[in-house]
């Protein structure tokens, strides 16, 4: 059984960072891809970033350059920095086997964790 388990998350004016982190445990094969998606309220669920089991990272459009994604052992972490309101979400850490930017293909998910940027 696969369980992904997120923390990290809070409250910071714009400007600020947060570092988010996902533990992994359960069956390593089907989560060869970890990453980040977001949903704010009354929007659909987008993808942040990814990172392949080859260390391969994806960065979705709005975040490149602010967010970094890295991965120790069983743990993702996703640092931000330069955080805007426009960042606030609920953030979803997620697994697959290979990672696509569809949040529908995913299998496995954690429960969220809310990040809230005040301007």
């Known amino acids: 059984q696969v369980q992904l388990v997120e923390s990290g998350g809070g409250s910071v004016h714009a400007g600020g960072s947060l570092r988010l982190s996902c533990a992994a445990s359960?069956?390593?094969?089907?989560?060869?891809?970890m990453g980040w998606f977001r949903q704010a309220p009354g929007k659909e669920r987008e993808g942040v970033a990814s990172?392949?089991?080859?260390?391969g990272i994806s960065y979705g459009d709005s975040v490149k350059g602010r967010f970094t994604l890295s991965k120790e052992k069983n743990i993702l972490y996703l640092q931000m920095n330069s955080l805007n309101p426009e960042d606030t979400a609920m953030y979803y850490c997620?697994?697959?086997?290979?990672?696509?930017?569809?949040?529908?293909?995913?299998?496995?998910w954690g429960q969220g964790t809310q990040v809230i940027v005040s301007s």
């Open positions: 997620a697994a697959r086997r290979i990672c696509t930017w569809y949040s529908n293909d995913y299998n496995y």
């Open positions: 359960g069956y390593y094969y089907s989560t060869s891809c």
């Open positions: 990172i392949e089991i080859d260390g």
